[in-house]
């Protein structure tokens, strides 16, 4: 195996390339960076088939990832969660078929370990001994476990009202918490300003180029789970759009790679909570920008993100595929989480809720097609929800 096959990191705005070498952050246009793959090469050097008789996890995917050949990862066993079939919803919600890729088994419960295992492997290759992360919830939970899997210090910058499960899970890994009079948005700024005075790398949502290719492996197990073919739907929560742009590009690259049956990619939808929906309110006056969600305020956390980096990716992706943005309000979410439970068995987390919800409103107005196959994901445990459990009588 070659040393890698990523050549460079280009700007998801303007293409311009930089190395992928040393430490980045946003592109010179303060945009996310993206790999650039010799996919010829990866085509070359190895098929899916092979791929899929490696031991289990993420890490597999090794040459569509950025981390040089002999180098470990900073692993706690994240992926290859299951694709559950959801015969019952599907029939009630009236689609053919109905997919739910449940993330609930990852390290610390979340889909955040794919992206925080990525990007802490490749900032710890490149140089760095330290990190900070805003997080709206999960990602910091995720980051403060893999800093401690490595040995390293994590500092996370979370809203003050943020579940406290959360918050504690950050305590129990021996990260430093800091709470924070604001938003996610807010956090992000205070560790702008404070990441050189701890001596931290910022592992902020789209300001670093790795956590984007663990969340690429969710998209690429699908595929493989699927037999290779592309459902019609993917129907994702949304926050800072790592998941949903993640899942988007394994199935550009799967494409490229001729690994697909058909080469196409599905409606994309980008589900958020009425009470924090800037993509949303973007999509449906034409934008290419979402400007901030003022006051933003939702029971399902990981969707509290009023302005993402990643905006400009996520509306394109929702454009060129012809696909749409929703926003689910905070009752009927938890009507669908519990749904969700009663009816298949899940303990979803709200942000799943959400995308059921949503599947119902989108076929309700036609928009979903009774022949469609759907896939959602369950992007966290439930059981970290615990606000969301039925009271004692
Ligand atoms: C459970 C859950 N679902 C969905 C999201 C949104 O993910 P993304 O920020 O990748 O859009 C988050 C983010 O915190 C989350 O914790």
Redesign the pocket.
């Known amino acids: 195996m070659p040393d890698t096959y990523l050549i460079d990191l280009v700007c998801s705005s303007t293409g311009a390339a930089v190395p992928w070498e040393r430490l980045q952050g946003l592109s010179a246009a303060g945009r996310p960076l993206v790999c650039r793959y010799d996919l010829p090469r990866v085509a070359a050097s190895v098929d899916r088939d092979a791929i899929a008789a490696r031991p289990r996890g993420m890490w597999r995917w090794r040459e569509l990832l950025p981390l040089p050949g002999g180098h470990a990862p900073v692993s706690l066993g994240e992926g290859d969660t299951p694709l559950l079939a959801t015969p019952r919803l599907a029939r009630e919600l009236g689609v053919r078929r109905l997919w739910l890729k449940d993330e609930a088994g990852e390290p610390t419960g979340?889909?955040?370990a794919r992206g925080i295992s990525a990007a802490v492997t490749m900032a710890l290759h490149l140089g760095a001994r330290a990190f900070a992360v805003p997080?709206?919830?999960?990602?910091g939970g995720a980051l403060a476990a893999y800093a401690a899997r490595a040995g390293v210090p994590a500092h996370v910058f979370v809203p003050r009202d943020t579940p406290e499960v959360n918050q504690r899970e950050v305590l129990l890994f021996g990260a430093q918490l800091h709470r924070i009079d604001g938003l996610i948005h807010d956090c992000g700024r205070v560790v702008a300003e404070q990441r050189e005075a701890l001596g931290a790398f910022d592992l902020s949502?789209l300001k670093e180029p790795y956590r984007l290719e663990g969340?690429k492996t969710m998209g690429l197990e699908l595929l493989e789970q699927l037999g290779w073919r592309v459902p019609d739907v993917v129907v994702y929560?949304?926050?800072?759009?790592?998941?949903?742009i993640g899942v988007h590009a394994a199935i550009a690259a799967a494409a490229a790679l001729g690994w697909l049956d058909e080469a196409r990619q599905p409606r994309f939808v980008a589900v958020q909570a009425s009470g924090c929906a800037p993509i949303v309110r973007a999509f449906e006056r034409g934008q290419d920008e979402a400007a901030l969600f003022e006051g933003a305020h939702t029971c399902a956390?990981?969707?509290r993100?009023p302005k993402a980096v990643g905006d400009r990716m996520m509306l394109q992706i929702l454009r060129s595929t012809g696909g749409t943005a929703i926003a689910i309000d905070d009752d009927t979410l938890m009507d669908a989480t519990r749904e969700l439970a009663r009816s298949e068995g899940i303990n979803a987390?709200p942000?799943a809720g959400a995308c059921i919800a949503a599947i119902r409103r989108l076929r309700a107005s036609g928009w979903l097609r009774a022949d469609d196959e759907v896939v959602t994901f369950n992007?966290?445990a439930g059981t970290k929800y615990v606000e969301q459990l039925p009271p004692l009588s």
């Open positions: 979340s889909f955040k997080s709206a919830g999960n990602a949502t969340k929560p949304t926050g800072g759009g790592t998941g949903l956390s990981g969707l993100v987390c942000e992007t966290g």
